[in-house]
């Protein structure tokens, strides 16, 4: 592409958005004057690839729930992720806008690593980004029913635990 740059003093500044990373080549051309001829010169100059920032939202969980987690990243970025929880791991993940979501089932009970691999584009090179998830038990609760207010030797009490019979005790 061509662009016109006005001089100043002798000299001219040409700024450029949006290059994609790798080699450029840069040609300057001078068409001369009544003073001056005309004159051309050429070089290189390398735009580098951008380390994206990868953000990882989950929220604790209890054993049983599916722990959704949430992947941000800048909204250029295009390629996959690829997100592991334990020793679940997600195929790999099209990114759609700048987020992507997956669900990791059948966790137990403890804090895993939350790990997200991202390939690499172009203009984006390959990175990953680490938080935690905890997956807390489920709070427990006894309650103990006895009918009646007097009872005898021999008599038979039920014990619950939540809504589930736990024993009979004589």
Known sequence: K???VNLTGGK??????????????VTAAYAGDMRYSAKSASDRFVVDQI????IIVTDAIK??????ITVTI???????????VGDKTSSELTINGHTVEWNATGLAYGNYSVIVYYNGDVNYTKSSNTTNLTVDKW?????ITIDGLVHVVGDVFTIKVGNNTFANVT
């Open 74 to 84: 800048p909204e250029n970025v295009t390629g996959n992720v690829t997100i592991h």
């Open 63 to 68: 054993v049983g729930q599916n722990a959704t």
């Open 51 to 54: 380390t994206p920032t990868i």
């Open 139 to 143: 709070q427990s609760e006894v309650n």
């Open 12 to 25: 001219g500044s040409l700024s450029l958005n949006n290059l994609s990373a790798g080699l450029h080549n």
């Open 2 to 4: 061509d662009y016109t």
